[in-house]
T-cell receptor, first 112, second 116 residues
Framework: KQEVTQIPAALSVPEGENLVLNCSFT??????LQWFRQDPGKGLTSLLL?????REQTSGRLNASLDKSSGRSTLYIAASQPGDSATYLC???????????FGKGTTLSVSS | GAVVSQHPSRVICKSGTSVKIECRSL??????MFWYRQFPKQSLMLMAT?????????EQGVEKDKFLINHASLTLSTLTVTSAHPEDSSFYIC????????????FGPGTRLLVL
């Protein structure tokens, strides 16, 4: 059974710092991997989607990498801002059309 | 972009009553909808997968007689929490997969359920 783990569970940084969030999954035979942002009490905002054949995806200050063979992904946030404060969720899809399986998330707090 | 709505956004009910949550795909046909539950500071846990016109497939440990799922049309799925108890208080999120799209799940904004 696929399990997704995110480290650290929480992270506090001053504004301007670059940071890395980690995600690992137990079954490397995934279809794709996706990073989401969730604000308190709110739904999900999709940030980046990486197909199993891809190594990384970039969007603005965000860069997500995927090492499928080792079962790992990282989300890199450059020049963090207070508005980046949220919970970041990593999710994997085992097969096309199946449901995403989520990690517990990393709660990020960026102080000004 | 594809939009998924949920109604209500927040509901408070008494223990023992039933609550229905609606999930709608507003501008696309959703052959498959997924229901997740999220407890405070926990991850989203998949409860069930529903395909239009057929019975839902429940994840291990989820009581199908307690969490009734109906997916009667390509734009609407409902989750009914029957005889709700305080431990059912949670954040329920649905997501929908568009006909022909194997990759993308569009998520609703979630429904906060509080059972007193």
């Amino acid at each position: 059974k696929q399990e997704v783990t995110q480290i650290p569970a929480a992270l506090s940084v001053p504004e301007g710092e670059n940071l890395v969030l980690n995600c690992s999954f137990t079954d490397s035979a995934i279809y794709n991997l996706q990073w989401f942002r969730q604000d308190p009490g709110k739904g999900l905002t999709s940030l980046l989607l990486i197909q199993s054949s891809q190594r990384e995806q970039t969007s603005g200050r965000l860069n997500a990498s995927l090492d499928k063979s080792s079962g790992r992904s990282t989300l890199y946030i450059a020049a963090s801002q207070p508005g980046d404060s949220a919970t970041y969720l990593c999710a994997v899809k085992n097969q096309a059309g199946t449901a995403l399986i989520f990690g517990k998330g990393t709660t990020l707090s960026v102080s000004s | 972009g594809a939009v998924v709505s949920q109604h209500p956004s927040r509901v408070i009910c008494k223990s023992g009553t039933s609550v229905k949550i609606e999930c709608r795909s507003l501008d696309f046909q959703a052959t498959t909808m997924f229901w997740y539950r999220q407890f405070p500071k926990q991850s989203l846990m998949l409860m069930a997968t529903s395909n239009e016109g057929s019975k839902a497939t429940y994840e291990q440990g989820v009581e199908k007689d307690k969490f009734l799922i109906n997916h009667a049309s390509l734009t609407l799925s409902t989750l009914t929490v029957t005889s709700a108890h305080p431990e059912d208080s949670s954040f329920y999120i649905c997501s929908a997969r568009e006909l022909g799209d194997q990759e993308t799940q569009y998520f609703g904004p979630g429904t906060r359920l509080l059972v007193l």
